[in-house]
């Protein structure tokens, strides 16, 4: 949201990365990160979702940065996109505790 959204630059260690060498940077390295690590990472995240969001003027604001396509995309996009893609990560989470312990939700 930081950067598409409202136009700040890349942070690290994002910035330093070569996405055309390696598309799957994100992919990769987690992989070896401890929890932690993630966890903290993913809280990190969230908190500077926030604070876009604050400092939005609206739900209909639109992204200082387009899509490669030359349009821009609104707010509220963002947050049904981020809403829809953390429902589905959970629910890859939970297929995966439920083949590991066999307990099954409702």
Same mark, same amino acid.
């Given at each position: 949201m930081e950067v598409r959204f409202s136009g700040l630059p890349d942070r690290e260690p994002? *910035?330093?990365v +070569?996405? +055309?060498?390696?598309p799957n940077w994100e992919f990769r390295t987690a992989e070896s990160m %401890?929890? %932690?690590q993630l966890r903290a990472r993913y809280s990190g995240a969230? %908190?500077?979702?926030?604070?876009?969001? $604050? *400092? *939005? /003027? /609206?739900? +209909?604001q639109l992204s200082a940065k387009p899509w490669r396509d030359g349009r821009h995309f609104s707010l509220r996009w963002v947050l049904r996109h981020l809403? @829809? @893609? $953390?429902?589905?990560?959970? /629910?890859?989470a939970d297929l995966l505790r439920e083949a590991i312990d066999g307990s099954v939700g409702e």
């Amino acid at each position: 949201m930081e950067v598409r959204f409202s136009g700040l630059p890349d942070r690290e260690p994002w *910035a330093s990365v +070569d996405w +055309d060498a390696d598309p799957n940077w994100e992919f990769r390295t987690a992989e070896s990160m %401890e929890p %932690e690590q993630l966890r903290a990472r993913y809280s990190g995240a969230c %908190e500077r979702s926030r604070q876009v969001v $604050t *400092a *939005a /003027g /609206g739900a +209909d604001q639109l992204s200082a940065k387009p899509w490669r396509d030359g349009r821009h995309f609104s707010l509220r996009w963002v947050l049904r996109h981020l809403i @829809e @893609e $953390t429902a589905r990560h959970a /629910g890859h989470a939970d297929l995966l505790r439920e083949a590991i312990d066999g307990s099954v939700g409702e």
